[in-house]
T-cell receptor, first 114, second 115 residues
Framework: EAQVTQNPRYLITVTGKKLTVTCSQNMNHEYMSWYRQDPGLGLRQIYY???????DKGDVPEGYKVSRKEKRNFPLILESPSPNQTSLYFC?????????????FGPGTRLTVL | AQSVTQLGSHVSVSEGALVLLRCNYS??????LFWYVQYPNQGLQLLLK??????LVKGINGFEAEFKKSETSFHLTKPSAHMSDAAEYFC?????????????FGPGTSLSVIP
């Protein structure tokens, strides 16, 4: 089954404690993105990757890091989480222009930073 | 820069009534257009998309949307609402380019269906 998986689905942590949210896709997509969803703001892109070892900032990259060492995986790293990073996070992948940039989403990770 | 607006952050309809969710975009060139649905505690899934050709697009679960270039709109409709349609709906656009570009999402509309 074609899918994007994320782990964990729910995470409660404290300010400053480093965390990683994993993302994996099995569709051989070149492009992957991380979004955060906040009420009234829709989805905002944090980072994206166009291929292995190629990443770039999205609209709200501050406080986040990513890496793309393998095509299927695109982890999101919060080195020192703060309460304003409490949000719902989605990983997505796409085949790109060949598929009109249609995004395929993971189930989401709800993060709470105390 | 492209942008997407969705009129009404929350819409309530009675079961069996028409569903109309509004989406307008700003772009000098008509982009690719998408509607996504998000059910509670789930990720977003594609309802339908417009890329080229017929301007009335049919999607899953009885939804359809019509691209109107003159109005820069892509409103989502369903003739008869069902309780299972209660969800968050996002309109999104992506530029027509020969290379990858990001998708821009609207703020979302939460649909409630009243029995």
């Amino acid at each position: 089954e074609a899918q994007v998986t994320q782990n964990p689905r729910y995470l409660i942590t404290v300010t400053g404690k480093k965390l990683t949210v994993t993302c994996s896709q099995n569709m051989n997509h070149e492009y992957m993105s991380w979004y955060r969803q906040d009420p009234g703001l829709g989805l905002r892109q944090i980072y994206y990757s166009m291929n292995v070892e190629v990443t770039d900032k999205g609209d709200v990259p501050e406080g986040y890091k990513v890496s793309r060492k393998e095509k299927r995986n695109f982890p999101l790293i919060l080195e020192s989480p703060s309460p304003n990073q409490t949000s719902l996070y989605f990983c997505a992948s796409t085949a790109g222009v060949a598929d009109y940039n249609e995004q395929f989403f993971g189930p989401g990770t709800r993060l709470t930073v105390l | 820069a492209q942008s997407v607006t969705q009129l009404g952050s929350h819409v309530s309809v009675s079961e069996g009534a028409l569903v109309l969710l509004r989406c307008n975009y700003s772009s000098s060139v008509p982009p690719y257009l998408f509607w996504y649905v998000q059910y509670p505690n789930q990720g977003l899934q594609l309802l339908l998309k417009y890329t080229t050709g017929a301007t009335l697009v049919k999607g899953i679960n009885g939804f359809e949307a019509e691209f109107k270039k003159s109005e820069t709109s892509f409103h989502l409709t369903k003739p008869s609402a069902h309780m299972s349609d209660a969800a968050e709906y996002f309109c999104a656009v992506s530029p027509r380019k020969t290379s990858y570009d990001k998708v821009i999402f609207g703020p979302g509309t939460s649909l409630s269906v009243i029995p």
